[in-house]
């Protein structure tokens, strides 16, 4: 997937009430062009392109497949799914749940839930009508303290409470995508994966910034319950 970028980078004018970390965050944004196409193309959010570039390269995106969006807000990849799988407003084949409210997406159902609750996974099932989800999707990022070793486990902590939600609510086949961060302590989790499904593998999409240590894994064929 390729689009035209802006061929000239907008700079900020100084203003003495934006901290110096915020104009850089806002300059970064206005120069982004995967904003820009973000804008363009209706999506909420650049992290859109993240989710359609590893559909390009893995294929997990099959019309009928129903889909689960952890941490679904503000909604990007949840839309990206409807169009994906021919989600309807009749027919509902993506989920997305979230702590924080989400605006309306036709074809999907978005529902203000914690993951980790322990009857969330027989309540998604039932809105899926009974049946088990065939991809667990989740871009989640737990909140940071700026301290690495702190800030790693938090994410791992929330990583593997994604993965536990998913092996709880996918059908045999199914698939996990998820945001990792390279830190040290994701190999013990990785070999885990490879023990439940058939192919793990891992990618960093275009839409992912350079200077992220973000990457995603793609975990596919999921064994089931033994």
């Not at 982004?32 to 993240?50: C, M, N, S, W």
């Not at 593998?201 to 064994?223: C, L, N």
């Amino acid at each position: 997937m390729q689009f035209n970028s802006r061929p000239l980078k907008t700079h900020l004018k100084r203003d003495r009430k934006r901290t110096a970390s915020s104009t850089k965050w806002l300059q970064r944004q206005i120069n982004d062009p995967y904003v820009a196409e973000a804008h363009r193309q209706g999506y909420r959010g650049r992290a859109a392109f993240k989710i359609i570039q590893l559909n390009e390269q893995f294929h997990f995106f099959k019309p009928g497949k129903r889909v689960v969006d952890l941490g679904c807000a503000p909604g990007g990849w949840s839309q990206v799914a409807v169009k994906m799988v021919h989600s309807t407003p009749d027919n509902p084949l993506v989920i997305g749940m979230d702590l924080l409210p989400a605006d309306p997406i036709p074809g999907a159902k978005l529902i203000q839930m914690d993951f980790t609750s322990d009857k969330a996974p027989d309540q998604l099932k039932q809105l899926l009508g009974g049946h088990a989800a065939d991809i667990v999707m989740s871009d989640m990022a737990a909140n940071t303290t700026g301290i690495h070793n702190i800030d790693h486990l938090r994410i791992m902590g929330l990583l593997e409470m994604a993965y536990d939600f998913a092996i709880q609510v996918l059908a045999p086949g199914g698939v996990f995508i998820a945001k990792i961060f390279q830190g040290g302590t994701e190999n013990e989790f990785l070999a885990r994966m490879k023990r439940d499904f058939m192919t793990v593998k891992h990618a960093k999409p275009d839409a992912s910034r350079k200077d992220s240590s973000e990457f995603y894994v793609i975990a596919t064929g999921f064994k089931g319950h033994i």
